[in-house]
């Protein structure tokens, strides 16, 4: 039996237990609003049996969180009432005490205060045996109210067992869905990431861009341009000039058809040869004659085109291929390619010679229009505009052209003085010689600006033309002459371009300039008179 004092502290600890149960419920995973009952799961009158066996369908993994919590709703109902069953047992087993201990005070204070003396004590003996008897007959525990200690008790366990367990399949749950949180947040954490990169990056070319406007991210002293962002400038701006040329040439291509020489066009002839003499301008309407002798060009500038001349003639022509001083740079099929490399004050000044050779064209012909300003901008893709700033005599004129810009390098323009010549061979074994040399000059219609850059140039064509007998009495046609070229250039670009850049822009437009000249003579040529 308990004490009143021990039944106290036992009825304190259930409603504690009970009451945190609920508190549990209602405080944060659940409320009676919000949760549904699992009354069929387990049924009020039968909660022996079903907490005992603890049905694998209550506590089945994979049940979403606001079922288990509907599920520890029940199991707390379920509490509360074994709780109340419990508390009514103990009640009555505390009364049953009472009433006992009351009935036990009675009877000896009756029996202090009539003894039995009038009986013998045998009866004696007999009243006081029903005595006890009576004080021993309080209804056992067992049937108190009809209540079943023993199974209440294992229903308590059974239900405290099926929340402890559905308490853990709850924390489960959140540990998984924790988890799953988690990845997510790591996956938007590192799309952030990824996008405020990007973001940084275009902000960081945003600012680039703006600041490539100014005069320190050009070519200058003060340059913030390191060699190797300049050079991949420079490199990407002549890519788009060339696929702009390229588009160009297709679309001439497709629309213009070669036309055939009219019968109205006047020949001139010498010998056996002739060329096309239409009232274009001075240069398309020079002959041959008016270009075999030096002794009518005369100028105020003719010492320094024969001074020119008599160099070229004695040092352009000299071979450099075993010359140390010369690196050969581009070698493709007759082409090659060599250069001597020279600075002064920090400024490039590499000497550059190619020689090539050419089927199906003259001498003559190639120095023709590399000195003919009408045909200039058909083969010159790099001038933006150019104007004959004097004509000196019939075959010597000053030319003024700016070339086309290529950023972050300053704008470049160029006076020069074009003459063209032809050589008479001494022996006559030899070939003739044809030449046009370009070099700088200055004049008082053409002074430099702060807009350009003005380049110094000292440039030399030189073209010798071998012809291979026909067979028989055949004429000689195209497929009979091979034109041998020598280019030399010598330029000062000025400005403050990097020495690297400038050697590798050189290395790659010099050959296809020499590509592209000679191939548009080639297309010029086909179908008219050799011009000897």
Excluded at 245 to 264: D, G, I
Excluded at 266 to 292: M, N, P, Q, W, Y
Excluded at 365 to 379: I, K, L, P, S
Aim: aromatic share 8%.
């Amino acid at each position: 039996m308990l004490g009143p004092a021990n039944r106290q502290n036992c009825s304190s600890v259930l409603l504690c237990f009970g009451c945190g149960i609920g508190r549990m419920a209602e405080s944060g995973y659940g409320s009676e609003t919000s949760l549904r009952r699992h009354g069929s799961m387990l049924s009020l009158t039968s909660a022996a049996s079903a907490l005992s066996s603890t049905s694998t369908s209550s506590f089945k993994k994979g049940h979403r969180l606001r079922e288990k919590l509907a599920e520890m709703e029940t199991f707390r109902d379920i509490l509360c009432r074994q709780v109340d069953t419990l508390q009514k047992y103990f009640d009555s087993c505390a009364d049953a005490v009472s009433k006992d201990e009351f009935q036990r005070d009675r009877i000896e204070e009756d029996e202090d205060e009539f003894p039995s003396t009038t009986r013998s004590d045998g009866e004696h003996n007999h009243n006081n045996n029903g005595s006890k008897e009576k004080l021993s007959s309080p209804a056992s525990p067992k049937v108190i109210n009809g209540i079943d200690f023993k199974g209440e008790a294992i229903t308590f366990k059974a239900t405290t067992a099926g929340i402890l367990s559905t308490l853990s399949h709850c924390i489960e749950l959140m540990v998984k869905r924790e988890d799953s949180w988690q990845k997510r947040l790591d996956k938007e954490l590192e799309k952030r990431r990824r996008v405020e990169d990007a973001y940084k990056s275009a902000m960081n070319e945003l600012k680039k861009k703006s600041h490539y406007g100014g005069p320190d991210y050009e070519e200058g002293p003060n340059s913030l341009i390191n060699e190797d962002e300049f050079f991949d400038a420079v490199e990407a701006a002549l890519d788009r000039q060339d696929k702009i040329e390229e588009q160009c040439q297709s679309e001439k291509v497709r629309t213009h058809h070669l036309a055939q020489v009219p019968s109205s066009d006047v020949f001139s002839t010498i010998g056996t040869h002739r060329f096309v003499s239409k009232s274009r301008s001075h240069s398309s309407s020079l002959s041959s004659a008016e270009l075999f002798s030096a002794s009518d060009d005369v100028h105020r500038f003719s010492a320094q085109v024969e001074e020119m001349v008599q160099n070229h003639m004695t040092y352009s022509l000299q071979d450099v291929g075993g010359d140390a001083n010369w690196q050969l740079v581009i070698e493709e099929g007759e082409m090659k390619v060599y250069r001597r490399e020279v600075e002064e004050n920090g400024i490039v000044l590499d000497p550059l010679k190619a020689t090539h050779a050419v089927k199906g064209v003259t001498g003559h012909e190639v120095c023709h229009y590399f000195w003919d300003t009408d045909f200039r901008m058909d083969w010159e893709t790099t001038i933006e505009n150019f104007n004959v700033v004097e004509k000196l005599s019939e075959n010597a004129i000053i030319v003024y052209q700016t070339h086309k810009r290529v950023w972050p390098a300053s704008q470049r323009d160029v006076l020069y003085l074009s003459a063209i010549r032809k050589i008479v061979a001494t022996n006559e074994n030899d070939p003739d010689t044809w030449l046009v040399c370009n070099f700088s000059v200055e004049h008082d219609n053409a002074l430099p600006t702060n807009k350009c850059v003005r380049a110094k140039i000292n440039v030399a064509m030189i073209c010798q033309t071998l012809v291979s007998p026909p067979e028989g009495d055949k004429e000689i046609s195209r497929d009979n002459i091979l034109c041998k070229i020598t280019y030399v250039a010598n330029v000062n670009p000025g400005g403050w371009a990097p020495a690297s850049v400038l050697r590798a822009v050189a290395k790659r437009e010099y050959p296809k300039f020499l590509k592209r000249f000679t191939s548009y003579v080639q297309d010029k040529t086909i179908g008219k008179p050799i011009l000897f």
